[in-house]
């Protein structure tokens, strides 16, 4: 399967560290676009008080790319951030797979 990275994605990642008092703060890095190809976005949902919803993104970034587990990714057409539960380096490329949960109606 021949990927295109034609999708615009914002990385956002934060990092914990300790200071000098070893307390654990967090610290934002600067926002970045990256180029990617969105494979799917499945979406389910649980009929219960309130209402669940839950969506699964399946990506692929090259492989110089720097994405991790635990950052947090901005797709065109949501609203909000898909964390990042996997990313693994395939033959050719990157493979991501994100989730977005959210409560309510939507």
Same mark, same amino acid.
């Given at each position: 399967m021949?990927?295109?990275m =034609? !999708?615009? &994605? @914002?990385?956002?990642r @934060? %990092?914990? &560290?300790?200071?000098?008092?070893k307390r654990?703060? $967090?610290?934002? =890095?600067p926002?970045r %676009? /990256? $180029?990617?190809?969105?494979?799917?976005?499945q979406?389910?949902?649980?009929?219960?008080?309130? &209402? +669940?919803?839950?969506? /699964?993104?399946? /990506?692929?970034?090259?492989l110089? +790319? !720097?994405?991790k587990?635990? !950052?947090?990714?901005?797709?065109p057409?949501?609203?909000d !951030?898909?964390f990042?539960?996997?990313? #693994?380096?395939?033959r050719?490329y /990157? #493979? &991501?797979?994100?989730?977005?949960r959210q409560?309510?109606?939507s």
């Amino acid at each position: 399967m021949r990927h295109r990275m =034609h !999708d615009l &994605v @914002t990385l956002s990642r @934060t %990092e914990k &560290v300790l200071d000098e008092r070893k307390r654990v703060s $967090r610290v934002d =890095h600067p926002s970045r %676009e /990256l $180029r990617a190809c969105i494979r799917s976005v499945q979406s389910k949902y649980e009929r219960k008080e309130p &209402v +669940e919803w839950e969506f /699964l993104a399946e /990506l692929a970034f090259r492989l110089k +790319e !720097d994405v991790k587990l635990g !950052d947090y990714l901005k797709l065109p057409g949501y609203e909000d !951030d898909f964390f990042v539960v996997v990313a #693994r380096p395939a033959r050719h490329y /990157l #493979r &991501v797979q994100a989730i977005m949960r959210q409560r309510g109606a939507s």
